[in-house]
């Protein structure tokens, strides 16, 4: 190889930088019970990290129903801010058109506890819970997505820049996630399908 100059392709494991900012606790609303009776009950909102080799790292944020296991909002971008994320929830309430109060449930990340963000939940009559410091399974839900993304998607393959990724995560969310693949807490039925359902009979 390198007589050749032929190198292999690595894929960069992303290492967050610790912040020295205090972390401010916040009500957890949610505390775990991630049971519903139906859709637009109790969303679960997170950012996670794709790597491009022209790009660099690029963020996703997804916003997953807890009833059917939808993935109802995202948002992919080059920098994760307040915007990313409000954007992801924007994009779910636009597509959900919720008639009542939601609980959408985050970290403590700076962008979920932002005043724009909380501005933008207090407009749409959207309750915010938080995750406590360091628990990582308050949010179980929406980290098991993103590692089932990770899994079936992007360990999978070498995105050159950020369109190639954004493209491959538009077509597994919307082509497979949602409408092709079975989830066996919802009857084995795909997340569309249940939606698609309980709209019928509502």
């Given at each position: 190889?390198?007589?050749?100059?032929?190198?292999?392709?690595?894929?960069?494991?992303?290492?967050?930088?610790?912040?020295?900012?205090?972390?401010?606790?916040?009500?957890?609303?949610?505390?775990r019970d991630f049971s519903t009776t139906t859709?637009?009950?109790?969303?679960?909102?997170?950012?996670?990290?794709?790597?491009?080799?022209?790009?660099?790292?690029?963020?996703?944020?997804?916003?997953?129903?807890?009833?059917?296991?939808?993935?109802?909002?995202?948002?992919?971008?080059?920098?994760?801010?307040?915007?990313?994320?409000?954007?992801?929830?924007?994009?779910?309430?636009?597509?959900?058109?919720?008639?009542?109060?939601?609980?959408?449930?985050?970290?403590?990340?700076?962008?979920?506890?932002?005043?724009?963000?909380?501005?933008?939940?207090?407009?749409?009559?959207?309750?915010?819970?938080?995750?406590?410091?360091?628990?990582?399974?308050?949010?179980?839900?929406?980290?098991?997505?993103?590692?089932?993304?990770?899994?079936?998607?992007?360990?999978?393959?070498?995105?050159?820049?950020?369109?190639?990724?954004?493209?491959?995560?538009?077509?597994?969310?919307?082509?497979?996630?949602?409408?092709?693949?079975?989830?066996?807490?919802?009857?084995?039925?795909?997340?569309?399908?249940?939606?698609?359902?309980?709209r019928k009979t509502a």
């Open positions: 190889m390198k007589k050749l100059n032929i190198k292999s392709i690595i894929i960069k494991k992303f290492r967050p930088h610790s912040s020295k900012s205090k972390i401010e606790a916040k009500e957890n609303v949610l505390k859709i637009n009950e109790k969303w679960v909102t997170d950012i996670t990290y794709i790597y491009t080799l022209k790009d660099g790292w690029c963020y996703l944020a997804s916003v997953l129903d807890l009833h059917t296991k939808k993935i109802i909002g995202y948002a992919f971008s080059k920098t994760m801010d307040t915007e990313l994320a409000i954007k992801a929830v924007e994009n779910a309430y636009i597509t959900q058109k919720p008639k009542n109060t939601v609980i959408l449930h985050s970290d403590l990340g700076s962008q979920y506890t932002s005043s724009k963000f909380d501005d933008y939940l207090n407009e749409h009559n959207i309750v915010h819970s938080f995750s406590g410091k360091g628990c990582p399974y308050d949010n179980a839900c929406i980290e098991s997505f993103h590692a089932t993304l990770k899994k079936e998607e992007v360990n999978l393959a070498t995105y050159y820049d950020f369109d190639a990724a954004r493209l491959a995560i538009f077509e597994y969310i919307e082509s497979w996630y949602n409408r092709k693949r079975l989830h066996s807490s919802i009857g084995y039925m795909t997340p569309q399908q249940l939606e698609d359902a309980l």
